[in-house]
């Protein structure tokens, strides 16, 4: 019932037909062209602008001001504790890894003992001499190459984050970097117009900067939700879910592409770029999910932020704050888990962190950092079993198999109620057309809807209100 009803919303064009966001504050002079190509027309152009652009005035504001006269100060005994609980977690990440290749030893050679008696001998130490032998022995290893690889895939638990490992390492110093809060953490994804990936739609940003949570019990993070003016008609919907008016974190701010990179280069020269004796003494981190995308889009827009090559995606060093760190999460799960189920929303599920309305950019910004600070909090990772390899291993692929026969669906009362509220009723003058019914069946939201500013500043000063 479920399955069939929304797929006849969809066919029916219900759903798939999508509008614009409606928009507060949008001035009837201010034009909005639909297509990629008024798009591409400002980005021509946006270089040009923002050299002559003004950044600095998130130091206009008083509370931020503060901040630069913060210095780091380090808590020894967190930090003696952070030791502690990576030199446990690689003693027991030696011994299960142990213990597993013993298992996994043993399941192989016991494959290789059927597959020789059941199929002949595979090729030993010494070449045959028979030509044709030594083929037949050579096409019978490429066969059971196949039965020992499907082993290892099958075979769990499997320690990809061992001890002397660079996975181990970058593991190690993300942890040491977000638990001794040491680090600024800007958070960032974009999301594009799938048509042509050289449109950018949306631009999520969120930031944790320990400085402004010294004394804090529940984390402050700065979240933006950016909704370029220029693609605003543009939807996404046959590669990826298109949420551009489901910000559950606030008010959506639209403003055109010259002063939505106005915007975003005033965060990252205000957070990313020191400018103090004491700001010196903070690392930063950008930080997202299979970052490198992102980043390059930034930089497309016409954001100045650092090369890759002057940028640490290893976190190989901590020791001085000399470059500015990538904390991917997906590189982090990878490194823990290996290469399966990767992705930001069954990650999120599979530590059983809440979360909605994904592929907004805003939102993916804001779990991804969420994400972060869970993986690297030696306490959450305790709760969350996130060092129980094999339980977590076991739940991964629990997951991908269910995923293999369940449908994802939406909950019945909410098709039922977005059906009825997009019902047409005859109108009441007489004659044949129809009118949209404003049903009391909508479904209710949370969202903060979108707002229309002329100007960067003004747009950021919003967000303090």
Known sequence: MKRSLSKAMISSG?????TSLTVRALPESVSVSHGTQ??????KTILAKNRHSRTNWVDEFEQFAQLHKVPFSNDVGLEAAVEKYLSKTGENYRKLSKESSKELNMKMQSAKDLWVQENGPLPGPEPATDPQQQADLKQNQKMFQKVANRIREEHFPMVYALPGTS???YLSNCIRLVSNRRAILFSLDIEAFERDNNVVTEIGISIYDPR????SLVPIKRNYHLVILESLHLRNQKYVCDSKDCYILGESL???LHRCVEFVQALVDYYMKPQTLEDRTWARAFVG????GDLKWLRMLGVNIPEDGQMDFGVQSIQENKQTYVLDTEKLYRSCYGNFGGNLGRILRLFRIPHAFLHNAGNDAHYTLQLLMCMCDMSFRKHAHMDDIEDTQRRIKWWLNREKVEPKILPISYVLSVNESLN???STNGNNAHRKKRSKATVQTEFGGARWFHNARVAFESTLE
């Not at 219900?14 to 999508?18: E, I, L, S, Y």
């Not at 008024?38 to 980005?43: D, G, L, N, P």
């Open 38 to 43: 008024t798009y591409k027309k400002a980005s």
């Open 212 to 215: 402004e949570n010294l004394h």
């Open 167 to 169: 996975n181990f390492e």
């Open 254 to 256: 639209v403003l055109d």
């Open 424 to 426: 047409t009723m005859p």
């Open 289 to 292: 999910h299979n970052l490198h």
């Open 14 to 18: 219900n759903v798939a037909k999508r």
